[in-house]
Nanobody, 125 residues
Framework: QVQLVESGGGLVQPGGSLRLSCAASGFSLDRYDIGWFRQAPGKGREGVSCITGVTKRIYYAESLKDRFTFSRDNAKNTVYLQMNSLKPEDTGVYFC??????????????????WGRGTQVSVSS
């Protein structure tokens, strides 16, 4: 059974940092496209970062690439999203997703078959 569980969210002041984790079970993350997405209140789901299963190339949303870092620990079957210099507009629910489809774009939410339930990130003073 494929399962993704996010953790690490919370309330942080502007300028602070958080590291989100996404632990996978039932499959090996290393062979899948893995994406991080977020959804702010009243808005649609937005791509944050992703890695392709074949090329291992990492993509970032242009507006976030200087503050967010995607990483992976294959031994723990877990991926991470390090978020620095957080801003109030980073508030939202953060989801990880996995896909093993061929020829899909990891930056698109429609490319994914498996989703975690999300973890809340709130940036406020």
């Amino acid at each position: 059974q494929v399962q993704l569980v996010e953790s690490g969210g919370g309330l942080v002041q502007p300028g602070g940092s958080l590291r989100l984790s996404c632990a996978a079970s039932g499959f090996s993350l290393d062979r899948y496209d893995i994406g991080w997405f977020r959804q702010a209140p009243g808005k649609g789901r937005e791509g944050v970062s992703c890695i392709t299963g074949v090329t291992k190339r990492i993509y970032y949303a242009e507006s976030l690439k200087d503050r967010f870092t995607f990483s992976r620990d294959n031994a723990k079957n877990t991926v991470y999203l390090q978020m620095n210099s957080l801003k109030p507009e980073d508030t939202g629910v953060y989801f990880c997703a996995a896909s093993n489809r061929m020829y899909s774009q990891c930056t698109l939410s429609g490319s994914y078959d498996y989703w975690g339930r999300g973890t809340q990130v709130s940036v406020s003073s």
